[in-house]
């Protein structure tokens, strides 16, 4: 059993930041031992993977589309799974949910536990 809880969604406008948070709770098996990942679906659009994070934090993976602007971390010791977004654009607006693996190991897919979202609307 898997609960996934995001917050920090919002309304900002284009060049802005949000911080998402997830907050997770595990149970026979524990959030450290699990990789992350942060997922966006827009209106019309499929959803898409834009960032993960191994069990150690060590290693990540982003889409093209959010390199050097999103920046995801953990903090292992909250159970808490962060993306940090910076100079945010109109086409990061969309559904933004958190999943977790039942690996240690970053990959773009293969999630079984999701939360239930948070929105993120960028303003031109």
């Known amino acids: 059993q898997v609960q996934l809880v995001e917050s920090g969604g919002g309304l900002v406008q284009a060049g802005g930041s949000l911080r998402l948070s997830c907050s997770c709770a595990?149970?026979?098996?524990?959030?450290?031992?699990?990789?992350m990942g942060w997922f966006r679906q827009a209106p019309g659009k499929e959803r898409e993977c834009v960032a993960a994070?191994?069990?150690?934090?060590?290693?990540?993976i982003y889409a093209d589309s959010v390199k050097g602007r999103f920046t995801i971390s953990r903090d292992n010791a909250k159970n808490t799974v962060y993306l940090q977004m910076n100079s945010l654009k109109p086409e990061d607006t969309a559904i933004y949910y958190c999943?977790?693996?039942?690996?240690?190991?970053?990959?773009?897919?293969?999630?079984?536990?999701w939360g239930q979202g948070t929105q993120v609307t960028v303003s031109s």
């Open positions: 595990f149970s026979g098996r524990t959030f450290s031992s699990s990789a």
């Open positions: 999943a977790a693996r039942n690996s240690r190991y970053v990959a773009l897919n293969e999630y079984p536990y």
């Open positions: 994070i191994n069990w150690s934090g060590t290693n990540t």
